[in-house]
């Protein structure tokens, strides 16, 4: 069987129809300097000769290490229903499920997960989702641009790398100016912070716990922020909010976040979850879906797409975002979690994490070559400071079994002799007891 | 179809009422008529600069979104402070309490390319057919 749709014959007829020669005929308006050479793409292979190669190439990743890395995506338990739920064929084959008349379910899921997100970050309004942490950020953003009609941004660069980097990505070609606010002991300055709070600032960005793990309450800086008619941003952790102040309760305009903890599995590229709620007042600046709740023509409950026609495919150039999808498989895995858990095991979850990690905390630092930093409160994730390269020590640990933590030396100058370890539910503290050992003989 | 004589419009289906140097500015009967029950509407900011015929505000109603364009240019000096939380105003009374802001227009011969009420009347006449 031919699985390309079109014969050479079919390809002439088609060519000579529209009147030009070749193929390339239709691409000459792009300038030859922006055409590749080539698009090295190898000979053909044979399936089995791919699935070799495909195997190889999967044995060289360090697999069953025991995993104290964090940095944003996070090692959580991942209860079966969660796999069994939404691997259901009725959510799993569809695609982009939005037509009210055959998609009530899909909708009313995404309705559910909407209404979690809200109750997670303490706002009114959440969206469908979005692709991921860092794209919800450039959008939470460009809401407070569209908002304020300003074009300047105080970044906290305890944002994580990742989400500061795309932030700078895709603003490359929009007047937007940064200003990258230093944290200092691995906390964000208020002081500097507030000194670049001016008429001109169309939102403040700040995270929490923020990269280096530091748990803050942001509510008197949020109240500044206000003063000068800027929104307040938070990207946050969802499962910290279980123990955690929201960020509807620190006065946040905007929430969003990296939803991958909710019931994703960690995997190298995603595809992962994008969060994003807000107040009332800037529903219309949100980007993306929002599935309401409405009544049927005989009075019964039902779902559908609301506020479509700021979308894209309404009114194209009036849109207030280039996002027309969501990652909806993935917000149906982090409702379906959620709900699991239920409100009082969401907490639990929290405790849990925060109660491992203290007591990580507590055996690293009884050990010489670790200094644990202490300076602020911490969630699940810590920083300690090493008597030798955080780099070094993180490749001799993995022979010992353990992805022991990210050397903050990768995404910040002058630390690398700093490591950042997290400590989810899963790890025992027997698998703590056997890190700290491993880690007092490595150093 | 209420058409008052004493303002200008559009073919856009935006009026103007011209008091000295000052313009308040509203979407004609016709338009709200056409455009059914509004449920929102985003005023541009006091203070800001307008073109005449450039996008201005957005009215949002059950049917559609429409982008509203100015009549004159010049600057906003007030928006209509009910119509935040009373969009249907605009339906109910839209050359009155439905105005959308008032604007100081700062070149007198764009009147020329706005229409009188008769011209009007005749123009919406001409699309219903």
Redesign the interface.
Known sequence: MNFIPHSKQEVQQMLQVIGVNNIDDLFQDIPATLKPKSFNIPAAKSEFEVTQILYKLSLRNATGLVNFVGAGFYDHFIPAAVDAISGRSEFYTAYTPYQAECAQGWLQAIYEYQTIICQLTGLDVSNASLYDGGTALFEAMMMAVRHTGRNRIILDSGVNLIYRTMLYTYTLNLSIEFVEIPVVHGQSSRQDLLKHLDERTAAVILQNPNFFGAVDDYSDLVLSVHKFGALAIASVYPVSLGLLKTPGEMGFDIAVGEGQSLGIPLSFGGPYLGFMAAKNELVRQMPGRIVGSTVDSEGKRGFVLTLQTREQHIRRQMATSNICSNEALCALRAAVFVSLLGKEGLRELAEHNYQKAEFAKDQLSQISGIEVKRSSPTFNEFTVCLSRNADEVVHRMIEKGFACGFPLGRFYKGMDNYLLIAVTEKRTREEIRRLVDSLEAVL | MNIPKNLLYTKDHEWVHIDGKIAYVGITDYAQHSLGDIT?V?LP?AGEEIKQASYCA?V?SVK??S?VYAPLSGRILALNPELVDHPELINQYPYEKGYFFSMEFSNESEKANLIDASNYERYIEGISK
């Open positions: 929102y985003q900011k957005t949002e559609a979104v982008e």
